[in-house]
């Protein structure tokens, strides 16, 4: 798994993961995500669009990241989906929340 | 114990060849979404054996076995760890957001599922099976 996050000057976090997520890379991420939100971040955009393969406890990670931003008051937007990771993310009805292409995990529309 | 699963990355790159024995439609949509499927599924059972089955031993054993026909696969997976009764797995609620408990929906949501759980020193066998539809003719390998 390749992960890499930028703050910018307006605390919009911005995380991009790629390669696997696994139940074995699993613990990087959610390593990173306890780092994110210490910040309190009003924004994360997360990019997926070099994920290659996505398992449930990814899926879980993931999952948990935004609910405990939007539990902070803030938002995320998660975008670049293809492929396998999109797949399960339909499976998984988690493209209920999706817009335009990109999953808008804060602004959940019908 | 996770580094028992560096031997599921073998496990799924064989899955993912045989895929390819199936059917000549490979790299077709059809296709591609069969392996995706397939893989995934895999990947999950796997997952399953050995974080539940095998939790708490420090190694054990998964025999995989993978059987390919004219647009089927079966992939069986005998282990000698804890069973489990599928029927009572419950369906996650997706309205709730769950962060666990979807691996086995996404097995069966993509494989049919065939499990035996094993007695006496038999082990357990978990059979996964898919057909490759699709409205194109293929001259599956055998």
Not at chain 1, 9 to 32: C, F, Y
């Amino acid at each position: 798994m390749n992960l890499s996050t930028s703050v910018g000057d307006s605390g919009i976090t911005r995380l991009a993961i790629g390669g696997e997520l696994d139940v074995i890379t699993v613990t990087e991420l959610r390593a990173e995500i306890e780092r994110v939100l210490a910040n309190r971040p009003p924004r994360v955009e997360v990019d997926l669009s070099s994920l290659r393969m996505v398992d449930s406890s990814g899926v879980g990670a993931l999952v948990s990241l935004y609910k405990r931003v939007r539990a902070q008051g803030g938002e995320v937007v998660m975008s670049g989906l293809r492929d396998q990771p999109l797949a399960i993310f339909r499976l998984l009805r988690l493209d209920r929340v999706m817009i335009g292409g990109e999953l808008q995990a804060g602004k959940q529309t019908a | 114990m996770l580094d028992r699963l560096q031997h599921r990355d073998h496990t799924l790159r064989s899955v993912s060849q045989a895929c390819k024995l199936v059917s000549d439609r490979v790299e077709s949509p059809e296709w591609k979404e069969f392996r995706l499927q397939v893989v995934s599924a895999v990947s999950e059972a796997f997952n399953n054996i050995v974080l539940h089955g095998y939790e708490g031993r420090e190694d054990g054993v998964i025999e995989v076995e993978i059987r390919t026909g004219p647009d089927h696969i079966d992939v069986e997976l005998r282990d000698w760890g804890a069973s489990f009764d599928p029927n009572k797995i419950p369906q996650p609620d997706f309205d709730s957001l769950p962060e666990s408990g979807l691996g086995m929906y996404i097995i069966r949501a993509f494989m049919s599922m065939r499990y035996h759980p094993g007695k006496k020193g038999r082990p357990n066998v978990l059979v996964l099976s898919k057909a490759l539809e699709g409205p194109a003719p293929s001259r599956g390998k055998t």
